[in-house]
């Protein structure tokens, strides 16, 4: 078992663990961590909120363009296409996740 610290990985421990660990047990993030006040422009926009990267992976092939439009407006999010977002998601959810979202690829 690797020991993990903050801005101590080797190569080989960097793909073994991803980022999500990291921001986990980096202790820069636990001391320095704030919750954003109401109305941040930091906060998660609507479409985003509380989805993890499979939900998102599952609602982004679905998206229409008025709807892409609207919960991507001023962001950069929308440099990526909707085109390409989905085709991305559709990698997520045919390398991520087994059963009925891999075949719907």
């Not at 903050?6 to 999500?20: A, F, M, Q, S, Y």
Request: with cysteine; aromatic share 6%; net charge positive.
């Amino acid at each position: 078992m690797h020991a993990i610290r903050c801005g101590r990985l080797t190569t080989r421990d960097t793909k073994r663990v991803n980022r999500h660990i990291i921001n986990e047990v980096c202790p820069w993030n636990l001391k320095f961590a704030r919750a954003l006040r109401d109305g941040s422009p930091f906060a998660a926009r609507e479409f985003l909120a509380g989805k993890d990267a499979a939900a998102l992976a599952r609602d982004l092939p679905a998206l229409d363009a008025e709807t892409y439009r609207a919960a991507f407006r001023g962001s950069a999010m929308k440099r990526a296409k909707r085109a390409g977002l989905q085709r991305n998601a559709r990698v997520v959810l045919g390398e991520a996740i087994e059963g009925s979202d891999a075949e719907r690829m």
